[in-house]
């Protein structure tokens, strides 16, 4: 079992920022994927940044790219996202998600983004962008 906890969500003005931290503990593995997901109301959960400790490369979605930054804390087994600029439609309840199956960097790079990838979810954090 691995355990997530989202923590950095709030509320922010329209061109300000937030950091989310999302810290993994229990049965983490040392080849693994994380991302982050978020969902707003009457839409499907979508991917907004990926992590794979192979190579420790990252990927972003279009709408994000630019503005977000995800970064791992090895020693802390946490995942961040830093998010600047951000925006009204980034208005979200944010998740945490985590994956010990071992993928190929290909693999990762190309599904990144698709949930069942990972087995593992934290409870979420909103993000509240005002205009």
């Known amino acids: 079992q691995v355990q997530l906890v989202e923590s950095g969500g709030g509320s922010v003005q329209a061109g300000g920022s937030l950091r989310l931290s999302c810290a993994a503990s229990g049965y983490t593995t040392s080849s693994y994927s994380m991302g982050w997901f978020r969902r707003t109301p009457g839409k499907e959960r979508e991917g907004v940044a990926g992590?794979?400790?192979?190579?420790?490369?990252?990927y972003y979605a279009d709408s994000v790219k630019g503005r977000f930054t995800i970064s791992q804390d090895n020693a802390k087994n946490t995942l961040h996202l830093q998010m600047n600029s951000l925006k009204p439609e980034d208005t979200a309840i944010y998740y945490c998600?985590?994956?010990?199956?071992?993928?190929?960097?290909?693999?990762?790079?190309?599904?990144?983004?698709?949930?069942?990838?990972?087995?593992?979810w934290g409870q979420g954090t909103q993000v509240t962008v005002s205009s």
């Open positions: 998600a985590y994956s010990t199956w071992a993928r190929s960097p290909q693999y990762v790079s190309d599904h990144w983004s698709d949930e069942s990838i990972y087995n593992y």
């Open positions: 992590f794979n400790s192979r190579g420790r490369t990252t």
